[in-house]
């Protein structure tokens, strides 16, 4: 037994879906926590197309993915919720007096059901690639950049062609001292305008290049790059903060161990979105049924037949079908 509070609801995934299973849970009178492993909720539509317009969400005729999930975090927050960022679950466990024993890669979390939105599996940051990475990963190489301010007065060499690596290069020139963007084309990725202004920046864009050694004990001192043509290399004395931001890879990784029927990477649900361990429920990408597809907007209905069925669980006097939002919500004007 545990101290610890006991949640109604855990939801493994903080995407699109898991946000809005987040909300049905507060709208079913339920305790609920997210667990993310991204330092940031949105899943797909953040860590991967946050400025594409989606076309395809009922009710908006179109929208923008980031847009999308900041309504989602508003709406999400009506209600008290718990949400841990940048942790990974890692293993699941059923006591023997039912209560799930959630482990990440942080702690220990403790919960009456679990609901699995876990999408593709846990993202995590793409790495350069080369050796001794993993030295520094506790020193000065960065995948996210939570606080400008650690990189006041400092020379930072950034990596990436994409909109997030020239955006952060760009948020980084007025603060550091110097600012290198090393990027491995000729051509960036990101937007016309952030370009135009990178160009006009004092940022120094190093391209066509790759990371080929980092050199340091401690901390990263020194870092050699390769030219992505000719092969010729060139030395950048003096680096104080390395920052990385190759995008994302994704991996069901451990969610392949916790004794789910797994087929073709998806967790096996029945229509009340049940997995085959009693009191844990999957929604979105994540689950497969017979004629499943994997939208965004399959996946909103997932989720309130997940949290309604989890709900029962919890409370069996209490029932699947929910009141409609329209009674539950009167006196929630913020909704609005
Ligand atoms: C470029 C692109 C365009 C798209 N366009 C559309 C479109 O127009 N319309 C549409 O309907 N769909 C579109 N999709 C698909 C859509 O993004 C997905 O269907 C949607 O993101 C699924 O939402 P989800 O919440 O199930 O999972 P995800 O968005 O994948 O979120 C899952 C989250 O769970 C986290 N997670 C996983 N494992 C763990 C773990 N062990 N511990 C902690 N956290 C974990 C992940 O880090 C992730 O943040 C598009 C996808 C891409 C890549």
């Known amino acids: 037994m545990t101290n610890l509070p006991i949640i109604?609801?855990?939801?493994?995934?903080?995407?699109p879906v898991g946000m809005f299973s987040a909300f049905y849970g507060g709208m079913r009178?339920?305790?609920?926590?997210?667990?993310?492993?991204?330092?940031?909720?949105?899943?797909?539509?953040?860590?991967?197309?946050?400025?594409?317009y989606?076309?395809?969400?009922a009710?908006?005729?179109?929208?923008?993915?980031?847009?999308?999930?900041?309504?989602?975090?508003?709406?999400?927050?009506?209600f008290p919720v718990e949400v841990c960022l940048e942790e990974s679950v890692e293993k699941i466990e059923k006591n023997a007096d039912g209560i799930f024993v959630i482990t990440t890669n942080k702690k220990?979390?403790?919960?009456?059901?679990?609901?699995?939105?876990?999408?593709?599996?846990?993202?995590?940051?793409?790495?350069?690639?080369?050796e001794r990475e993993d030295d520094f990963k506790n020193a000065n190489l960065h995948y996210f950049v939570n606080d400008l301010e650690k990189f006041r007065g400092k020379n930072v060499m950034v990596f990436g062609g994409g909109d997030s690596a020239v955006d952060w290069a760009l948020m980084l020139?007025?603060?550091?001292?110097?600012?290198?963007?090393?990027?491995?084309?000729?051509?960036?990725?990101?937007h016309e305008h952030s370009v135009e202004k990178?160009?006009?920046?004092?940022?120094?864009?190093l391209t066509p290049y790759n990371p080929h050694m980092l050199i340091g004990t401690e901390k990263i001192d020194q870092v050699i790059l390769k030219h992505a043509k000719d092969e010729s290399q060139t030395l950048l004395k003096d680096v104080d903060e390395v920052i990385v931001n190759y995008g994302f890879v994704s991996t069901l990784g451990p969610i392949k161990n916790w004794g789910l029927q797994i087929e073709k990477n998806s967790i096996v649900v029945n229509s009340r979105m049940e997995t085959n361990i009693e009191g844990i429920y999957a929604a979105g990408d994540i689950c497969t049924y017979e004629g499943k597809i994997k939208l965004i907007a399959s996946g909103f209905g997932e989720a309130p037949v997940a949290i309604s069925n989890a709900k029962v669980y919890v409370d069996p006097s209490s029932k699947v079908q929910p009141l409609h939002s329209t009674s539950i919500m009167e006196n929630k004007k913020q909704l609005v």
């Open 108 to 130: 220990t979390h403790y919960s009456k059901t679990i609901l699995i939105t876990a999408g593709n599996g846990a993202f995590n940051p793409r790495p350069l690639g080369i």
């Open 173 to 190: 020139e007025p603060v550091a001292s110097k600012v290198m963007l090393v990027h491995r084309r000729d051509k960036f990725r990101a």
């Open 54 to 57: 989606i076309y395809d969400i």
């Open 29 to 52: 009178k339920m305790s609920v926590k997210i667990i993310e492993s991204l330092p940031q909720l949105g899943g797909q539509l953040s860590a991967l197309y946050p400025e594409k």
């Open 8 to 15: 109604d609801v855990t939801i493994i995934g903080g995407g």
């Open 198 to 205: 990178l160009m006009a920046s004092s940022v120094e864009v």
């Open 59 to 78: 009710g908006f005729p179109e929208v923008k993915a980031q847009q999308l999930i900041d309504n989602l975090e508003k709406q999400m927050k009506v």
